[in-house]
């Protein structure tokens, strides 16, 4: 888009969808509809077969036209328009890879512009494919077709992230969901990729008790009680945690460092969050299977919280104390008056 048509949309839009979810804007303006025609001729994406697919993408273009690539609402107009509620059809997506596979392989787009057409298709696999090893054919396909051409953009290192995830490379993946989270500060969802990552690294090392996993000298530590900081900063700013999910890794995270009854009530919080998205009929947890999962994911949790606590050092010497003093006679007279030095 030519700096000159974007004045022109930001001055025609007069400020309108400052800070308003995607699915709640108006229609896009002409000068939206035009600069998102002019994307697709750009792009090389402008052939794809199918009409109904070439009039969404361009819908989708149109809506993204003065969001910022870091706003968590870029990601989410993507979601929107590919995957979710209405998602592609089985046969689009593909059209959708196969286009861009070979409008990346011409290379003649500027990533910026391409950047839209690589996330639908990523996001598209990711909460539609249920194969996972079609998933992970396609996202190697994608990733292969985009090299490094969207490196230093916090999407792309997000999508890796996934990806890295799902082919169980756990530092790769780790390394990403840390670029993204940094290159986006403020968004809300890289910010809990990194953390869900990050527990996946640690979490078991904690619960086995391997050596200063609960040390305020632990590196890891730092990096723990940073991400809960984030987390409490974005509720400050009146960043609302949409989904269980986010309290879940708050909760493990304060768990991991023995902050035990702040992770019980981030998983209360979970559990109160994900009813409340059911009773309002959130399509995520709308299917019982869905609902099912999300509270499981909460319950998992609560019972890694509780092993936690059992593993940890202080835990460990008030059960030594109960111990030897259930073990002494009740009449005996050098029973302790209490447990302190015991």
């Known amino acids: 888009m ?22 709640e804007r108006p229609a ?21 077969a199918d009409g109904d697919l070439a009039d969404r993408l361009e819908e989708m273009l149109a809506r993204l036209a003065t969001i910022d690539m870091d706003d968590a609402q870029y990601e989410c107009c993507i979601r929107e328009a590919v995957a979710m509620g209405n998602p592609l059809t089985a046969s689009q997506s593909h059209s959708l890879l196969e286009a861009y596979s070979q409008a990346a392989g011409a290379g003649e787009a500027t990533p910026a512009l391409m950047l839209p057409y690589f996330y639908a298709c990523f996001e598209w696999y990711h909460r539609n494919e249920k194969d996972e090893t079609a998933r992970l054919a396609a996202w190697k396909k994608l990733f292969f077709m985009s090299g490094t051409r969207y ?38 969802g890289f910010t809990n990729n990194y953390g869900e990552i990050l527990l996946e690294q640690t979490e078991g090392k904690v619960l086995s008790g391997q050596a200063g996993a609960l040390s305020r000298e632990n590196a890891r530590r730092d990096d723990f009680e940073a991400l809960i900081d984030s987390i409490d900063r974005l509720e400050a700013e009146g960043r609302s945690l949409v989904y269980p999910s986010f309290f879940i890794t708050k909760g493990r995270l304060c768990g991991c460092i023995g902050r035990f009854d702040e992770a019980e009530s981030c998983f209360v919080k979970a559990r109160g969050r994900l009813d ?25 949790a609560q019972s890694t ?33 209490s447990w302190a030095g015991a």
Do not use: K
């Open 151 to 188: 490196e230093g953009l916090s999407l792309f290192h997000y999508a890796r992230s996934r990806y890295h995830r799902a082919a169980r490379r756990p530092d790769e993946a780790l390394a990403d969901a840390q670029a993204a989270a940094e290159l986006a500060v403020g968004h809300m």
């Open 276 to 300: 409340c998205l059911r009773a309002e009929g959130n399509p995520r947890f709308a299917a019982q299977e869905d609902y099912m999962d999300a509270l499981g994911a909460i319950l998992q």
């Open 2 to 23: 030519s700096a000159q048509m974007s004045e022109e949309i930001s001055e025609e839009r007069g400020g309108r969808d400052a800070g308003r979810p995607c699915n």
């Open 305 to 337: 919280m509780a092993a936690l606590r059992r593993a940890s050092p202080c835990a460990s010497r008030w059960t030594r104390r109960a111990r030897r003093w259930s073990a002494r006679p009740r009449s005996s007279p050098s029973a302790p008056r």
């Open 28 to 48: 896009p303006l002409p000068a939206e509809r035009e600069a998102a025609r002019a994307s697709l001729v750009a792009c090389g994406m402008d052939g794809v």
